[in-house]
Nanobody, 123 residues
Framework: QVQLIESGGGLVQTGDSLRLSCATSGRTFGSLSMGWFRQSPGKDREFVADISWSGTRTNYADSVKGRFTISRDGAKNTLYLQMNSLKPEDTAVYYC????????????????WGQGTQVTVSS
């Protein structure tokens, strides 16, 4: 079982930056591929970014490409999402997710999820 705990959310203004963190335990961090997702009220959860177990491959939703950066620190067993140039449409609960590294990059399944952290961007 993998435990994921997000932190770093908050209320910011348009154009500000935030860095989300996801502390991971219960499985060797280097054996996990990981991702960030978000969900706004009344909308389905959507993909934001993912990163391979090695950190060598990343993928982003078009809506955040060039503004958000996903990264991971093996020494701290932590996943990050650096969010710059935030917009009101980025307002959502952000979730960290993890899966074993053997999953294909195109597989949409993530067995393990955090509880989420709220990000609110005011205009």
């Amino acid at each position: 079982q993998v435990q994921l705990i997000e932190s770093g959310g908050g209320l910011v203004q348009t154009g500000d930056s935030l860095r989300l963190s996801c502390a991971t335990s219960g499985r060797t961090f280097g054996s996990l591929s990981m991702g960030w997702f978000r969900q706004s009220p009344g909308k389905d959860r959507e993909f934001v970014a993912d990163i391979s177990w090695s950190g060598t491959r990343t993928n982003y939703a078009d809506s955040v490409k060039g503004r958000f950066t996903i990264s991971r620190d093996g020494a701290k067993n932590t996943l990050y999402l650096q969010m710059n140039s935030l917009k009101p449409e980025d307002t959502a609960v952000y979730y960290c997710a993890a899966r074993d590294s053997y999953y294909s990059p195109t597989d949409p399944r993530y067995p393990w999820w955090g509880q989420g952290t709220q990000v609110t961007v005011s205009s």
